[in-house]
């Protein structure tokens, strides 16, 4: 089971994952994010309370990074994950030195629908 806690700002989307990200669970993730348009803002990811991830798991934080996603969060389980994903994790305390370019949201269609290909591309069966 997965818990996916939503919350916006006028400048960014912050999802709070906890529990396992597996099955049914990832193609739920997909469709909250696509549905809350986070994929248009600055997007934070906060992993701290994922406890397990299969492969559809992985492939889905490799998707969200590709969406320009930054993910925070601490603990064994998801410092274990990230580093063998080769996805940054950022702590609280980094959170506030990250560079202000990163995982700023799209802001020309032309980008945007760059977005768009890669989540229909990410989609496709395979």
Same mark, same amino acid.
């Given at each position: 089971m997965l818990r996916i806690t939503i919350s916006s700002s006028g400048k960014k989307v912050v999802l709070k994952l906890e529990g396992s990200l597996a099955g049914p669970w990832v193609e739920e993730l997909r469709k909250t994010v696509l549905q809350s348009d986070a994929w248009r803002q600055r $997007? !934070?990811?906060?992993?701290?309370? $994922? +406890?397990s991830a299969e492969e559809d798991g992985d492939t889905a934080l490799i998707w969200l990074r590709n969406m320009g996603a930054r993910f925070l969060g601490k603990g064994p389980f998801p410092e274990y994950l990230f580093e063998r994903l080769n996805i940054p994790l950022f702590n609280q305390k980094t959170r506030n030195n990250l560079p202000k370019s990163f995982a700023e949201p799209c +802001? +020309? !269609? +032309?980008?945007?629908r760059k977005r768009r290909k890669k989540l229909v591309t990410t989609e496709s069966p395979g």
């Open positions: $997007l !934070e990811v906060d992993v701290s309370g $994922l +406890t +802001t +020309t !269609e +032309t980008a945007q």
